[in-house]
């Protein structure tokens, strides 16, 4: 029999343009897809290009999502500025991979699981000494990757490509789903999207979002959601999320 989300109300809280995807998967999986973005991303100043060093000596480049790959490619694009074949790209995921490969380049490095420590633990970053490392990124978040590289001797070039903002609030559309209790569980695939949602529902609500299951893609979101007062959160791959809302609603 085939599996059915059997009209799950589940609220994605990715950013516009980035929720359709998913929202299309939980529709033909029958659920309700509930967009609500949490996030809103933007390119950031262009001061980086004069940071980017000559990439013939460049011997590693890390990309931290698709986002950094979007913003940071289309970037070198518009300024004329060609890939090389000979660098080591690596994505920390799939998703990151697939983004490369939009723009005609092939990731030769992807962890097991999208995670800082898991792309840290690749064998080709373990010996940096005097070897320089580009590292695509978005505005704030974690440090451990940059602290790392650098302890094992990389030269790094940490290029911020992209901000991460709050996004415009729809005050009918937060107000309904608290008073309706439209909601059967939450989506967050970022600790600053759980963060935002707070914030975008007035406080009186927030007992209602804490009580609400949550489903996150890493043990470290797991934590900032437990920290968030989230009473219950389901851990899944990013890759998975379909399949661990039918083991949900089964």
Sequence with gaps: MKQSLCGLRIL???PQGQAQQLSQEITAAGGVAIECPALELAASDTDWLDSLPDLNQVHHAIFVSPNAVHYALSQLEQN??????????????????KALNSFQIQANDIPEMPDSEHLLALETL?????????????????????ESLRARGAELFSLVVYQRKMPVIQPQLIYSLWH???VDIILFTSEQSMRNLFKMFDRESHNWLRHKPCLVISERLAREASLLGMKKIIISHPDRMISTLFDYKD
């Design 12 to 14: 994605n809280t990715r």
């Design 80 to 97: 004329n500025i060609r890939w090389l074949g000979q660098i080591n790209t690596i994505a920390i995921g799939k998703g990151t991979a």
């Design 126 to 146: 373990e010996q940096l000494k005097n070897q320089t490392v580009l590292l695509f990124k978005g505005e704030g978040g974690r440090t451990l990757i940059e």
């Design 180 to 182: 309706d209790d439209a």
